[in-house]
């Protein structure tokens, strides 16, 4: 679920600066502060997801049984 929030908060992001303008919130200092945040946290589930797909297919195929004692 993070990695949708993730894309929705960027993509958010970057509609309101093409929308409102980057200077168009009070405190500036914050604003570019947390969108630097939001492009970390969406590139850091980027680099999750790319990672999977690059090993799965060295994950196995089926989860053993585990042994109950």
Same mark, same amino acid.
């Given at each position: 679920m993070g990695r949708r929030v993730a894309a929705y908060d960027l993509q958010r992001r970057i509609y309101d600066i093409i929308e409102r303008g980057f200077r168009?919130? @009070?405190n500036s200092d914050y $604003?570019?502060?947390?969108? &630097?945040?939001?492009v970390a946290e $969406? +590139?850091?589930? +980027?680099? #999750?997801i790319r990672r999977f797909a690059a090993n799965r297919d060295? +994950? %196995? @195929?089926? #989860? %053993? %049984? &585990?042994?109950?004692a």
């Open positions: 168009g919130t @009070r $604003f570019a502060t947390s969108t &630097r945040y939001v $969406f +590139l850091g589930w +980027l680099e #999750i060295k +994950l %196995p @195929r089926e #989860i %053993p %049984p &585990r042994d109950v």
